[in-house]
Structures are given as structure tokens and as C-alpha cells.
């Protein structure tokens, strides 16, 4: 009886964990930082961005100067093809060492626009990042 119990506890904890993470998979990381792009959430979408050279120094102002931009520009271009309506996750391709991914995504513009492309991703201590390194 002992072990019946443990082992449904263990089953809701696992299933818990997978539930609560949904960015644990590359396209749920990526789907959570083009939502935070959608609602004009900068830097949770530059907090996505896998930046490690530098000094944390550096690092710091890398980020501060991507979010800088990204109100600047982003802004403009989102205004222009009237927002982003939803973000749409075609595919997710996992390299066998699990450490990096592709994931097929497609954009549709509040102007009806669609626009599909693909985000190179990255595992950085467990945590998905967007790769926008060469």
C-alpha cells in the first residue's frame, strides 16, 4: 500500500513538473519570448537572447542596448504591419546532443501578413535561449 502511494505521488509530481513547464522545450521558450515581443515586453524578449561573451559588464549593456532598440524599432515596424495577431509553432527540431534546436515558427500581422522563419535555439544551463550568433 506504502508503495502504491509513493509511486502515485511521484506520477502527479512528474506530471506537475511537465504541465508547469511548458518552456522547457525549445518551441514553448521561444513561444513564451515572441508573446513577450507581442506585448511589447522588450526586455523579457532580450532576456531570451543568448548574450555570454563579455564581462557581466558588458553583458549588461548588450542587453540594455537591445531593449533600447527594440523600443525604437520594433515598435515602428510592429505599428506598421498593425501588431502581432498570434505566433504559430511549426516545428521542432532537437539536435541529437540536446543541446541546441530549430524551430519553425509563423507570425501572423494584425494587417493579415504572415511571415514564416526559423529561430535557431540554444541550451544555456538548462534554460532554452534564442541563438542570434553567427
Known amino acids: 500500500m506504502m508503495k502504491l502511494m509513493i509511486r502515485l505521488g511521484?506520477?502527479?509530481i512528474a506530471l506537475l513538473a511537465m504541465v508547469s513547464c511548458?518552456?522547457?522545450s525549445p518551441s514553448g521558450a521561444l513561444e513564451d519570448y515572441m508573446s513577450a515581443l507581442q506585448n511589447k515586453k522588450y526586455e523579457k524578449f532580450v532576456d531570451g537572447i543568448n548574450i555570454s561573451k563579455g564581462s557581466p559588464d558588458e553583458?549588461?549593456?548588450?542587453?540594455?542596448?537591445?531593449?533600447?532598440m527594440m523600443e525604437?524599432?520594433?515598435?515602428?515596424?510592429?505599428?506598421?504591419?498593425?501588431?502581432?495577431?498570434?505566433?504559430?509553432?511549426?516545428?521542432?527540431?532537437?539536435?541529437?546532443?540536446?543541446n541546441s534546436a530549430v524551430v519553425k515558427f509563423?507570425?501572423?500581422?494584425?494587417?493579415?501578413?504572415e511571415k514564416e522563419d526559423s529561430q535557431k535555439m540554444v541550451k544555456v544551463d538548462g534554460k532554452w535561449l534564442m541563438d542570434v550568433g553567427k
Open 10 to 12: 511521484m506520477m502527479a
Open 22 to 24: 511548458s518552456s522547457s
Open 59 to 68: 553583458i549588461k549593456q548588450a542587453r540594455e542596448g537591445l531593449v533600447s
Open 72 to 98: 525604437e524599432k520594433a515598435d515602428k515596424t510592429l505599428e506598421k504591419n498593425g501588431g502581432i495577431k498570434s505566433i504559430e509553432i511549426i516545428s521542432e527540431e532537437i539536435a541529437e546532443d540536446g
Open 106 to 113: 509563423k507570425q501572423v500581422y494584425g494587417d493579415g501578413t
